[in-house]
């Protein structure tokens, strides 16, 4: 199971996400590799789950951005994601 938090607390966000990479029966964990949180375009995506979603969503952030910090903007955002 795979683990991202974010917490905002005196006027900053914090973000984490667990270190361990799973393929298959295979298990890794690397504290080095920033597989699960990466900024892409000033946006800071996390991701669990297949990993191709994750890089199609980095792909698709890298030349596009929510209009705004609203439930409404992300919302249309990820709409257009899934599109």
């Given at each position: 199971m795979s683990v991202i938090?974010?917490?905002?607390?005196?006027?900053k966000i914090e973000i984490a996400a667990d270190s361990i990479i799973v393929r298959g029966w295979t298990q890794s964990t690397d504290t080095n590799k920033y597989s699960k949180l990466v900024k892409v375009n000033d946006?800071?995506?996390g991701s669990v789950g297949l990993a191709e979603e994750g890089s199609l969503l980095q792909a698709f952030c890298a030349t596009r951005k929510p209009?705004?910090?609203?439930?409404?903007?992300i919302v249309n955002f990820l709409s257009e994601f899934v599109e």
């Open positions: 938090a974010v917490t905002a607390r005196g006027g946006l800071i995506l209009e705004g910090a609203t439930e409404s903007a």
